[in-house]
């Protein structure tokens, strides 16, 4: 005797609940797939991933100024200028607020005397710290309000290094408005993070094929043998591998902004520019290899590395192919 089942319609768990789950998701390397790709499930799954975002990651947002000499003392290296996300402005969520947290006022204590580049004898480190952000931003800031299109607009120097947790780069800052007298500044925050971990991803891609075709990844696991014989120290791999990746690191970032330079009108004075602002990248992000996050869960396995992603600017890049797949998902240093 067959007997009907009522079938229950699925249950679709709130939106809050699915921005609470996303919210777990705390590793930096799995940040960019995260926002990148879950905005594209549905509308309920952008909504709820913007919303752990917005909770999650953006009070672990900074934007960083690091002027290294000044104009009016040779020998005076300025304090880094330190913007933290403080809020969602009022009446537009889509903006996030930035507000200076460093240098400290103390700095006002500090005296800088007089010299011939103009420096006044009231002059003190924190305000001519100031000064210099302004007039390092200023240019960059008048620069984003006139761009329309990326592809026919020149390249302008980019004065800040954007970190959210562990990911940092200079990518630019979409809606910049900047108030001088509050020291706060505003950014459209959704297609900011999307520049962001798309060049992240980049970068990430172009590790893996970078150590696809390295010769260190073919002798790693010589070496590895000779460790487990006791013919070599584990101390020597350790060293080649770090000066492995330290050159890599240059040697990826280095591609990675070419191509992004290439969307710009440039000269060969912009990528003398570029290439020196690569370096600061490099540190602040070696700087966050060490950083320490409370609420920070890191899988310890090797990341997934199968499947498609797309870097936030509508290059698709296929997780699984003879060009680019590093075969197994075998953990790229």
Same mark, same amino acid.
């Given at each position: ?20 789950? &996303?919210?777990?998701?705390?590793d930096s390397r799995y940040l960019p797939r ?29 934007? &960083? ?12 290296? =300025? ?5 933290? =996300? ?18 400290? #006022?103390?700095?006002? #204590? ?6 011939? @580049? @103009? ?19 200023? !240019? ?13 607009? !020149? ?21 910049? #408005? ?12 959704? !297609? ?26 073919? @002798? ?23 000066? =492995? ?19 710009? #009108? ?35 396995? !090797? ?10 600017? @509508? ?19």
């Amino acid at each position: 005797m067959e007997t009907s089942v009522a079938r229950c319609p699925p249950v679709e768990l709130p939106v809050e609940v699915w921005a609470q789950i &996303i919210s777990f998701i705390t590793d930096s390397r799995y940040l960019p797939r995260t926002w990148l790709q879950f905005r594209l499930v549905s509308r309920v799954f952008k909504h709820a991933t913007e919303m752990a975002f917005v909770s999650s990651h953006l009070p672990h947002a900074d934007l &960083i100024f690091r002027e290294h000499r000044s104009s009016f003392h040779a020998d005076l290296i =300025f304090p880094k200028v330190v913007f933290k =996300f403080d809020r969602l402005a009022d009446g537009d969520r889509s903006r996030a607020v930035f507000v200076r947290k460093h240098p400290a #006022e103390s700095l006002r #204590e500090i005296s800088v005397g007089p010299c011939c @580049g @103009g420096a006044l004898d009231h002059d003190n480190l924190f305000d001519l710290t100031m000064r210099r952000w302004r007039e390092t931003l200023e !240019p960059y800031a008048a620069h984003a309000a006139r761009q329309q299109m990326p592809k026919s607009a !020149p390249y302008a120097w980019r004065p800040h290094v954007l970190a959210v947790r562990r990911v940092a780069n200079d990518t630019a800052l979409p809606g910049l #408005e900047v108030d001088y007298e509050k020291q706060e500044i505003s950014v459209l925050w959704a !297609p900011m993070l999307s520049l962001l971990f798309g060049e992240e991803e980049y970068i990430k891609w172009a590790k893996k094929v970078d150590y696809q075709h390295s010769s260190t990844r073919r @002798g790693v696991e010589s070496m590895m043998r000779m460790v487990d014989s006791g013919e070599m120290p584990y101390d020597e791999v350790a060293d080649l591998m770090w000066e =492995f990746t330290t050159k890599r690191n240059f040697r990826v970032l280095d591609l990675v902004r070419r191509k992004r330079l290439a969307r710009y #009108e440039h000269n060969d004075q912009d990528l003398r520019d570029d290439a020196l602002k690569r370096q600061v990248v490099v540190k602040a992000r070696e700087h966050l290899e060490w950083a320490t996050f409370a609420d920070e869960f890191i899988y310890r396995g !090797p990341e997934e590395c199968k499947g498609n992603f797309y870097d936030g600017m @509508g290059m698709k890049f296929q997780g699984k192919s003879e060009m680019n797949d590093p075969g197994e998902c075998v953990h790229v240093p």
